[in-house]
């Protein structure tokens, strides 16, 4: 039978006054003659929220009724972005409350500006977490996103004398409207303590686990509506609590410090985001984060989500836990002990189960970012979990073993179990064991993967080898990012796109009109200007809209080489100063740098401070800063990219080949008309294939090349002794020139770059100059320049989120879609 539904608020602007109103004076406590704009953003969040709640409602019965298969995409992070306009654009509510607010005397505009970013995540694994769960609820897919609700995200960063100042990033400060806590269904935690054996009453030999302490977690659900198809999803997103045993023991006066202690220990779980996106560090905090999320996950899934009864044998029917990255892996033997040793399954039984339960997505090729886990520690916090990895190991290697005739070597090779530089547990190779499906992020990065990162166990096991390019929500990325070009491409070929990405080769003849290109051209200058209000108003940074707009965002790392980029920098500066070039025979550009480096990494913070001391130097100079400009926004974050994009000429995709595994803002940069300046590396292989050579600036090494240097010993001095464009670029660096003559200031990098440039940014510096040289060339000609950008724009649809995430059904999920009832 229905469950009776409340109806949503009338579509009208009088339906949408009256419900704004409702919450101004009964949520919110205040008068417009008295709210301020934080109150007002509140109360429109509320009301756009009410919009969705009956979807939402209506979604999680359907779920519930038809039982079909679902997934669940178990992530760390969900670098969400705001939360006010995606509802808007999801419901068809922008035209209605911009003129329901206008009645009221307010601008939509200013309350969108209240609202504090949820940024759960660090960059591109988290923001891609945040863009499938979107595809997935536009898809109609039946699918829950688990994650942590962090009460801190990433750390908000200024600058200090050009230098990373971090500041801690208190977003709830001012109220979450969009989120609902529900400590009715919390779930206990259990860590520490110790496993014992037991024979049960079959008189079977088991193991038990007493562990020493616990943890609630409390589930908040967060909507994630998909695009106008009447569906909303749910994020749930755990929040750590004592017990009631630590609330107990405060009024045990005695004790009282003590128990406060402990509440304040279990609550620390989920009290901070680590802002570490590549070397994990190995924290007790982080592994206990990562197990509280998955264990309350898993046991939300099987106690809320399933028919009471439900027998467990079938759960793969029901579920696919897809693992983003390493850091829910802890799931595997978390569903084997909950199998085994709550639902008294045999062993075989259960792990037949979990091997189907899973899937793997591994996002790197670094081998310093490989997760691993000392066995001490995990032995400390998870004995019983321990004890199961132990197992799945033991039986694998006898497989391993078996299969290739007492290879002991490769035995030791693909243990889950590293001996050096201490017992660990690798987690990308019990993932790989204990899961269904691996796949890479991207053609090359895939291919790697199997080639080299996990060669052993692409032999053993090939037909879990899979790959899936990833993609970034149209939504959000083009549609409310980049409302002039959205237009445009509507007028001309409908609106369809916006669900159907692959749509946009129709744009693909508009290339060859001139009037097309103008209105192309109007759109891209009229984004400039609003990126120049946002850098005004957040930063106080001047830039000229009339110049070619260079942009590099990302998070900082030497692989990623901002330093090159840096580099093409210093050499125009030094060229100008030199007389080499005349100021006018350059073509003038604004480069753009946003990057946060993570807190310990002192490289990254140095070349932060580099790029800053550049900059200013640049910038004041009479010559140079007529033609050359450095623009370092800090806390560069998804609201900032959301004008940044679709303001850009130039995307930026300058990693040494065989080191990003995908990239994403690659995709949102071409998807909005910039051409890229790349190397063959990640997704800027696929974008460049889709795009076409004649659109797309090429460079570098390639990356059997770069292996291959690095194979038999790369050398930078030889690229440096070879290039004196090069010397005199780091002779300034090195002479103190941008850090007022101290010449200590950047050694360390240049000292790095001549000793041992791990990323090859110098074999790398004259290929990226030729490659700058014949981006001016063709800026020069802005009908050519443009037709290149409309064709990047046209045949980007491959990379929507949507596309993905029909390739993880199709190869990895095996669920369908379930259009409501
Ligand atoms: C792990 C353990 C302890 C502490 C931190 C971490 C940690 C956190 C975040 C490790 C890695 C990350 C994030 C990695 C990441 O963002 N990778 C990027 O993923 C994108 C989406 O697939 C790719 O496009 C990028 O190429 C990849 O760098």
Known sequence: ??????????????????????????????????????????????????????????????????QPKAVAYLSAEYLLGRQLDNALIATDLVEIATEALASLGLDLADLREAEVEPGLGNGGLGRLAACFIDSLATMSVPAIGYGI??????????????????????????????????????????????????????????????????????????????????????????????????????????????????????????KVLYPEDSTPQ???????????????????????????????????????????????????PELMRVLVDEHGFEWDDAWDVTRRCFAYTCHTLLPEALEVWPVELMGRLLPRHLEIIYRINDEFLADVRERSGGDELLVRRMSIIAEHPERAVRMAYLATVGGARVNGVAELHSQLLRDKVLADFASFFPEKFTNVTNGVTPRRFVKLANPGLSGLITEA??????????????LEPLAEDAEFRRRFREVKAANKDRLVDLLRRRDGIEIDPSTMLDVMVKRLHEYKRQLLKLLHVVTVYDRITTGEL??????????????????????????????????????????????????????????????????????????LAGKEASGTGNMKFALNGALTIGTDDGANVEIRKLVGDDNFFLFGL????????????????????????????????????????????????????????????????????????????????????????????????????????????????????????
């Not at 009479?622 to 940044?644: H, K």
Request: glycine fraction near 6%; include cysteine.
């Open 582 to 655: 005349a100021v006018a025979g350059v073509t003038p550009r604004t480069v753009v740098f946003g990057a946060k480096a993570a807190p310990g990494y002192v490289m990254a913070k140095q070349i932060i401070a580099l790029i800053n001391h550049v900059g200013a130097v640049v910038n004041s100079h009479p010559e140079v800063s007529g033609v050359l400009r450095v623009a370092f926004p800090a806390n560069y974050n998804v609201t900032v990219a959301e004008t940044l994009v679709p303001a850009a000429d130039l995307s930026e995709q300058i990693s």
């Open 149 to 270: 609700r962090y009460e801190y995200g990433i750390f908000r960063q200024t600058f200090a004398d050009g230098r990373q100042v971090e500041e801690p990033d208190n977003w709830l400060e001012y109220g979450s409207p969009w989120e609902f806590a529900h400590p009715e269904h919390e779930v206990t935690v259990g860590f520490g303590g110790h496993t014992e054996k037991y024979t049960d009453d079959d008189g079977v030999e088991r193991s038990r686990w007493v562990p020493g302490w616990r943890v609630l977690g409390v589930p908040h659900n967060y909507m994630v509506p998909g695009y106008r198809n009447g569906r909303v999803n749910t994020l749930r997103l755990w929040s750590a609590r004592a017990t009631h045993a630590f609330d107990l023991k405060i009024f045990n006066y005695g004790d009282y410090a003590e128990a406060v202690r402990s509440q304040t220990f279990a609550e620390n779980i989920s």
């Open 493 to 506: 070929i409908g609106d369809g796109w916006v669900t159907d990405l692959d749509r946009l080769r129709e």
């Open 702 to 821: 390639t990356e059997p090349e770069a292996s291959a240097i690095a194979e038999r010993g790369y050398r930078p001095t030889s690229y440096y002794e070879e290039n004196e464009s090069l010397r005199r670029a780091l002779h300034l660096i090195a002479t103190g020139v941008f850090s007022h003559g101290d010449r200590s200031t950047f050694e360390p990098v240049v000292s790095n770059l001549l000793g041992e440039d791990r990323f090859m940014v110098l074999a790398d510096y004259q290929s990226y100059l030729d490659a700058q040289e014949r981006v001016d060339a063709a800026y020069a000609d802005p009908e050519a320049w443009s037709r290149s950008a409309v064709l990047n724009v046209a045949r980007s649809g491959f990379f929507s989120s949507d596309r993905s995430m029909r390739d993880y059904l199709e190869r990895i999920w095996h669920a369908e879609p379930l259009p409501s009832s």
């Open 1 to 66: 039978e229905n469950t009776p539904l409340i109806s949503s608020p009338e579509h009208s602007v009088e339906g949408f006054v009256r419900e704004f109103m409702r919450e101004l004076n009964f949520s919110q406590g205040t008068v417009l003659e008295r709210s301020t704009v934080n109150d007002e953003y509140l109360a429109l969040a509320r009301t756009v929220r009410h919009y969705l709640m009956a979807q939402w409602m209506e979604t999680t019965v359907d779920h519930y009724r038809a």
């Open 282 to 332: 190995g924290k007790e905090l982080r592994l206990q984060q990562q197990y509280f999320f998955v264990a309350c996950s898993i046991r939300d899934f099987i106690d809320q989500l399933l028919p009471r009864g439900f027998d467990l044998h079938r759960l793969p029917e029901r579920i696919v836990f897809q693992l983003n990255d390493t850091h829910p892996v802890i799931g595997i």
